[in-house]
């Protein structure tokens, strides 16, 4: 079974305005992590969050953090077409050496 | 380029037959990992090997069987394919093994069972 699950399964958006995608999990974890996948090509690493941090910033990338709640967010600020492309969740529970990814968000972003 | 190649980048074939799908991880990455990606099922974590050794094992059916060899590549084999085996299969690969750290994709394979 999924570990994470994104919230929404798919959002539309213009140019220049934010998007924002959670992903909540069941289980305690070692660290959170986001990927982005274009239309049928590999995923790629976006950033990495440990459990004792609760928010991060990478570029126009911002990730927040709340183990109480299980719960991490993913913030794209001033979007742009080619962000277009599906972001997943992943989780590390630490103990048993599985990365465990959500079924993701379809971002949409139009020019 | 994420430095992960898969091959073949393309396959059809037909029920009950055999395929074998390689991977080649990063230059120093010791840790391969398989994973399934379906429409319906979402990415499925298969199994990972860590230094030629099988670390940890997802949803593999017995039907499928992996290996890594001495200079690290991986094979992945499925066997008696089904229609519901139709799917792009990644290989990704990391320095650290389990989830301590990023992983690095390849392109893919996509398999259609026909």
């Known amino acids: ?111 | 380029d994420s430095g992960v190649t898969q091959t073949p980048k393309h396959l059809i074939t037909a029920t009950g037959q055999r395929v074998t799908l390689r991977c080649s991880p990063r230059s120093g990455d010791l840790s391969v990992y398989w994973y399934q990606q379906s429409l319906d099922q979402g990415l499925q974590f298969l199994i990972q090997y860590y230094n030629g050794e099988e670390r940890a094992k997802g949803n593999i059916l017995e039907r499928f069987s992996a290996q890594q060899f001495p200079d690290l590549h991986s094979e992945l084999n499925l066997s008696s394919l089904e229609l519901g085996d139709s799917a792009l299969y990644f290989c990704a690969s990391s320095v650290v093994g389990g989830g301590r750290g990023e992983q690095f994709f390849g392109p893919g394979t996509r398999l259609t069972v026909l």
Request: glycine share 8%.
């Open chain 1, 1 to 111: 079974s999924q570990q994470g699950e994104e919230d929404p399964q798919a959002l539309s958006i213009q140019e220049g305005e934010n998007a924002t995608m959670n992903c909540s999990y069941k289980t305690s974890i070692n660290n959170l992590q986001w990927y982005r996948q274009n239309s049928g090509r590999g995923l790629v690493h976006l950033i990495l969050i440990r459990s004792n941090e609760r928010e991060k910033h990478s570029g126009r990338l911002r990730v927040t953090l709340d183990t109480s709640k299980k719960s991490s967010s993913l913030l794209i600020t001033a979007s742009r077409a080619a962000d277009t492309a599906s972001y997943f969740c992943a989780t590390d529970p630490g103990s048993n050496y599985k990365l465990t990814f959500g079924k993701g968000t379809l971002l949409t972003v139009n020019p």
